[in-house]
């Protein structure tokens, strides 16, 4: 396992004065923050489309990444020889856990019966490469955008054939991430949604995907699979409009359809910042609805209507997102998964690295500014204080429900004009500042 | 009441060849289409605050609005009077219906007392003014979001204080809705969002939301009020976000807060579009929950990103609206509320009436356009057919859950790949034209 | 020439009324309006790489395009054969232009000697297929953004090398349009532009940019080719700022290097609105200049942050365009050029049929309104009415520059207040619509 | 002067652990960065309008700052003791500039010559304080976007009379300015652009534009004001369309119309993002050109779609600025002016140090990081090393003009492909996440 990356070392911690780009300056894998290891706080993940099949081509250009161990082809072995570029990359960089759709770890075939069976023989690989290096699936899914039978939508296509397919291609899907012991499966609707509303039957194609949602809900129980589902939002791109736009409209959804209690959210920053939200507002949606699961961590630039899927360094943002994963207690079955690709520009081997580096820093950074600034406390006790005139009196009557509009038209009679307390958002931020 | 526009004739129908500006070329309010007068086919209102109240101020710089009527005055006396001069209007543009705020219609005062006494007084001319004409109430609501006291939110704001002052308002609003034979009640919750989420705890703001519409609900019943409650999405401004930010987000809320049996949405073409959708895409996200109720007929500038509240005369857009209108069975106690002000640079009372005409017209034409469509029935019979593998065999299975994932699996080792037919989108836009 | 597209016959004018698909309502390539035939109004040019080279991918799936007439193969036999389906497409259309990158037409071999020859040979096809059907080469350019090499700019590489490989693959686009007979040749900057500045000497890449301008320049005096030189905007996609960004940019950079004589702009809808103006902005702009030269013609979907390529069918965009070239004077070197795509979902031959006629007869519509809306005058009437205090008087000095601050303050202390009268945008819009 | 902030001491520097909000942290004036105090780096202005005139309305709701001080009224002694309110507020914060439009400082009167003796016995007091104080102007301008009378336009008017009074009132605002030792005027042309291109013609408008810059060109001579003219660019807003939009719309505006050499750009950050460019972009943009002036010191959020002037605290983007100020050898006659204002929420007097603290704080640290960057050299030498092709050999010859397409050809059949090496994107964003 040193033949893909053969001058690479393995990343150390050597500290923040250490001017080695290939080292962690931040991300010391077995430091306590919080009460738990750093490793165990991001449960990081290296996302297998992006860093062992992403050719960094286009829509004005082809590939330009060098990936030597790679030969190019369609074949099984290909294939195989790839899972162990993979372990050894995941290895080298002291990342815990991986995430893949199907047709990245193994290659789409003429019938289905020849796909599930090179998808076995690749398993066979990973199943090897787990036990060899300890290393975890953090959760499978299986790829319903790419292939052109999907071109129209996967459970929501006009045609029952093209549904047909989709289910079985999922159930294959979980079949491996349970033999593999996924942590997590995932659903990603790319194409579920439409490109136009003049050929589209909007409300039929939600019922069908619900339909395929309740499907899976029913196999998983039958083969005894444990792990959590997942659901990720995306307002568009590659359709016009995505049913699973954003949280919100998940949830909608999944209520809707009685899905709710099966699915939690995986939630991408890029995806967010598409929708119109930041990330910080979509995590704090999904928690209130107990249905925050995991974070596929890359970041986009707000400038720029599509998703970049860049590499997230930016300090603000990895704060944001490790404040949130604190306070609702940490993650479980999820991760931080670097749903992120080297830019085009960035095509040597060497570069899949300085980007997952990047990345494994800012987070270690963002989350020992997030601890420091729970521990420190004057942030939530501005808060806690903002709201305390809910804490008793009138306010503690109405979040009971013991008041109605005639009893609070009285307290404003008896009481007049209410007296309000300055937002002092300028205060805050330059306190946030003060904890970089 | 000839006061306020003594040199506008009431607008007549003169046909589409007329070059009269003042007449209308497409609205004829008592021809039959689709089964129905176009006046109630349209059911369109004058939104009191944007025709009688707007002084087209702007960030950066005052009101140039020119309104002899109106003496620039807060007291009840000028207030009384606008009512006439909306009322002229009303008649002489032949619109049925009016949607107000509480504080356009009547002045806000020093005390909670005072301001209801006002009110009191302005709803006795509306009353009186209503009974002369025969117009109607489509909607009433209260103004949550003006006063300085609402700046921080009214039902979210940190103050228990400011949730009571709101609750007053509401209950008052309604009041004098009920009074006034107004066919529904809107909330439209411009402060109900945030600012900033470093002083925020929106999970409590949220539930505080909950809280002031559930007590809607208890004093709608109370009094025996029997109208529509409407929500109104927008996704942001002035508000940071605003949790009813789109049709998605306010069902989802409505959804966890058991309150959707309660609840229509209110739905605006620049909101949606703000929020980053069509305005057809809203209309078919609420008419899929039964929740389509009422439309604040306007545009915006998609290059734009903020409200500008235009006027409605985008043929398309009104097609649009006036086919998902239809296809639902048409509007009952909604409307379309031209919930739109003149340009700043449009500040002459005559703009009045060539604004409101231009909407006018542009919905009677996407009324007739929609009809046609309809009658016609190539588009329906292309998306009926673009599904109907769904209507027998393996798809008829799927809808009525007959089939999971292994019976799916075997369809497709039995059959191979689906066979997909193109979804014709230019042909279909094509065709859009032809009705055109 | 029957091979590729067997079962469609030659598309006729059959007029509003007709029913058929396949056919055009509007545009009636002989019909003189605004005193020349639609076809030299319009001077409509398929696009090489949309029409036979785009295989309907995108960044999350393959291609789904049929194209029967294609092998799949990268051989020059196949890109002959190729010359022959465009030119059947071409002739069953009646449009008269088209337009390549020299990448479309032939291929990319291994080194530059075998790439120039492909070309060559394909250009012996092409110029028998002009010969034999009288299609003419609006424009030619060359591909500078698909290949590995140009990822980080063609003549903004940091490369040198890659500026002199760039250079020459100019060159021979230039001797290939001009031995067919090419009516101009354009530059679009697809990677001109940077990914990040971190990286970035941005003052020394837009001097390379010039640099190659002014060699075309050059070369073009020296090989005696008349046709003329575009410059293509867009802001962003596939870089994320491309100096070329939009028309205001490329004047800027035009003045700046003294290259403003050799170049006019090639303006395409998609572009425009990505870099948020509207297209008839832009038109403005390049024409004020004198430097509105060729139009891309298509659209985008406003709600969509990257370039659709879609085809144009909103006739409100093919009037504002239409009566921007009728003001101008008509096109002359320039045309319309379908730069647009069928959508991935749409793969089959007769979409390309349906795309094209769409968007041929949106122009048709927009040509005659237009048309309609200069004779008519009350548009023009308006616009010169609202200027007229320029025509004498202070303003007439103002605009001779006989006055000063002095001069016109004292106007001002002497004259008041001046009388300004509404800008009646409700009443023109209204007015537009009567044209529809 | 301590009547307006009686509760406020002098803000001191109390270094990176002081936990008093009301400290600079990292500002201190009087330490050298870079072989210049921290004080004449920045060169920090204060905005008079918004720290004086806003009252936090915004278009949903009026005013909610408390600003003692100020009785509300539009007289002149209310503006004079405004002007005692401003000195204070600047001498405990420690800023040495100020910038206003004439209308900040005193009102606007029935007549223009009311007007300017208003303005006059104002300037008397700014002329005390300034030198009671030693503060002093950075730059005056003219309001010309408040008034009913340039709704439609200031020197682009349809209306020659706003011309002339907008002519007047620039000439008396730089009367003003040169008195007071001003060392800038700033142009801002908020309504010099359209509402909609259907009533409107933009190449009459932009001449007009034109001329009053050339009539302030002329009367700046006459006067003998050696200060320094700047253009501020902003896309839109109040306007559909500003023809000032970004840094090359300004530059190519400029150079058409004989301006350049007379005119540099203040760049704000907020009119940069809604222009679509990042601010460092926009700077990189004017420093080229020679062009950058001064800058407008704030920040905006780039999911919303309108400016909000927010106060800068982002680490990233000061350093940025600072960078490309360090690099053009620092600010000469322009400055940091905060036009940035509390959020409505934020409504009391100290808000105005907290936000002020900010800002300031957060420029110090990018000021240090920029220097430390500087000084350490990695990211220049990177730069430098990616473009060392053009150092020598044939890329010496295409930068010195040498060398045409022939040769080029010549050198690519001679020498093949390029040899490209990693843009290294990611590793430069590792990079500087090390200085922060
Ligand atoms: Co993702
Ligand atoms: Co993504
Ligand atoms: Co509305
Ligand atoms: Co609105
Ligand atoms: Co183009
Ligand atoms: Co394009
Ligand atoms: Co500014
Ligand atoms: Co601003």
């Given at each position: 396992?040193?033949?893909?990356?053969?001058?690479?070392?393995?990343?150390?911690?050597?500290?923040?004065?250490?001017?080695?780009?290939?080292?962690?300056?931040?991300?010391?894998?077995?430091?306590?923050?919080?009460?738990?290891?750093?490793?165990?706080?991001?449960?990081?993940?290296?996302?297998y489309w992006h860093a062992m099949r992403n050719s960094l081509s286009d829509?004005?250009?082809?590939?330009?990444?060098?990936?030597?161990?790679?030969?190019?082809?369609?074949?099984?072995?290909?294939?195989?020889?790839?899972?162990?570029?993979?372990?050894?990359?995941?290895?080298?960089?002291?990342?815990?856990?991986?995430?893949?759709?199907?047709?990245?770890?193994?290659?789409?075939?003429?019938?289905?019966?020849?796909?599930?069976?090179?998808?076995?023989?690749?398993?066979?690989?990973?199943?090897?490469?787990?036990?060899?290096?300890?290393?975890?699936?953090?959760?499978?899914?299986?790829?319903?955008?790419?292939?052109?039978?999907?071109?129209?939508?996967?459970?929501?296509?006009?045609?029952?054939?093209?549904?047909?397919?989709?289910?079985?291609?999922?159930?294959?899907?979980?079949?491996?991430?349970?033999?593999?012991?996924?942590?997590?499966?995932?659903?990603?609707?790319?194409?579920?949604?439409?490109?136009?509303?003049?050929?589209?039957?909007?409300?039929?194609?939600?019922?069908?995907?619900?339909?395929?949602?309740?499907?899976?809900?029913?196999?998983?129980?039958?083969?005894?699979?444990?792990?959590?589902?997942?659901?990720?939002?995306?307002?568009?791109?590659?359709?016009?409009?995505?049913?699973?736009?954003?949280?919100?409209?998940?949830?909608?959804?999944?209520?809707?359809?009685?899905?709710?209690?099966?699915?939690?959210?995986?939630?991408?920053?890029?995806?967010?910042?598409?929708?119109g939200h930041s990330m910080r507002h979509e995590m704090q949606v999904a928690?209130?609805?107990?249905?925050?699961?995991?974070?596929?961590?890359?970041?986009?630039?707000?400038?720029?209507?599509?998703?970049?899927?860049?590499?997230?360094?930016?300090?603000?943002?990895?704060?944001?997102?490790?404040?949130?994963?604190?306070?609702?207690?940490?993650?479980?079955?999820?991760?931080?998964?670097?749903?992120?690709?080297?830019?085009?520009?960035?095509?040597?081997?060497?570069?899949?690295?300085?980007?997952?580096?990047?990345?494994?820093?800012?987070?270690?950074?963002?989350?020992?500014?997030?601890?420091?600034?729970?521990?420190?406390?004057?942030?939530?006790?501005?808060?806690?204080?903002?709201?305390?005139?809910?804490?008793?009196?009138?306010?503690?009557?109405?979040?009971?429900?013991?008041?109605?509009?005639?009893?609070?038209?009285?307290?404003?009679?008896?009481?007049?004009?209410?007296?309000?307390?300055?937002?002092?958002?300028?205060?805050?931020?330059?306190?946030?500042?003060?904890?970089?």
């Amino acid at each position: 396992m040193n033949d893909a990356f053969p001058d690479i070392p393995k990343i150390q911690y050597e500290g923040p004065k250490s001017r080695n780009p290939l080292s962690f300056k931040h991300y010391n894998p077995d430091e306590i923050v919080g009460g738990k290891t750093m490793r165990s706080q991001m449960r990081f993940a290296v996302a297998y489309w992006h860093a062992m099949r992403n050719s960094l081509s286009d829509p004005f250009g082809g590939g330009t990444a060098q990936r030597p161990w790679d030969d190019g082809s369609n074949s099984v072995a290909n294939a195989q020889r790839r899972v162990w570029a993979c372990f050894e990359f995941m290895e080298k960089l002291g990342v815990d856990y991986y995430c893949w759709h199907d047709r990245d770890v193994a290659p789409e075939l003429d019938t289905l019966a020849e796909s599930n069976a090179a998808f076995d023989a690749v398993a066979d690989e990973l199943e090897k490469a787990q036990k060899q290096t300890g290393k975890k699936l953090l959760w499978g899914t299986a790829c319903l955008f790419s292939h052109a039978r999907y071109c129209q939508g996967a459970s929501t296509s006009p045609n029952a054939g093209v549904f047909a397919y989709a289910a079985a291609q999922v159930k294959k899907a979980m079949d491996v991430t349970h033999r593999l012991g996924g942590e997590g499966y995932t659903f990603w609707g790319g194409r579920e949604g439409y490109a136009t509303l003049w050929n589209t039957d909007m409300k039929r194609e939600v019922n069908h995907l619900a339909r395929l949602l309740h499907m899976a809900v029913e196999y998983k129980k039958k083969i005894g699979f444990k792990g959590q589902f997942y659901i990720e939002p995306k307002p568009r791109e590659p359709s016009t409009h995505q049913y699973d736009s954003d949280a919100a409209a998940c949830l909608n959804f999944l209520r809707e359809h009685n899905l709710l209690e099966h699915f939690k959210l995986n939630l991408e920053t890029n995806h967010a910042t598409l929708a119109g939200h930041s990330m910080r507002h979509e995590m704090q949606v999904a928690i209130a609805a107990n249905a925050l699961g995991s974070i596929d961590a890359n970041t986009g630039d707000t400038l720029i209507g599509w998703d970049t899927d860049q590499f997230p360094t930016n300090i603000y943002l990895t704060t944001e997102i490790m404040l949130e994963v604190l306070k609702m207690g940490g993650l479980t079955t999820g991760g931080l998964n670097f749903d992120a690709k080297c830019r085009r520009e960035s095509f040597e081997p060497v570069d899949l690295f300085h980007a997952h580096i990047g990345g494994m820093d800012a987070f270690a950074r963002g989350l020992k500014i997030a601890h420091a600034m729970i521990e420190d406390g004057r942030i939530d006790a501005f808060i806690k204080q903002r709201y305390s005139s809910y804490d008793s009196g009138i306010g503690a009557k109405i979040e009971k429900g013991e008041v109605g509009f005639e009893e609070l038209e009285a307290h404003v009679l008896a009481n007049g004009e209410p007296l309000l307390g300055s937002g002092r958002q300028e205060m805050m931020e330059n306190l946030v500042n003060d904890y970089l």
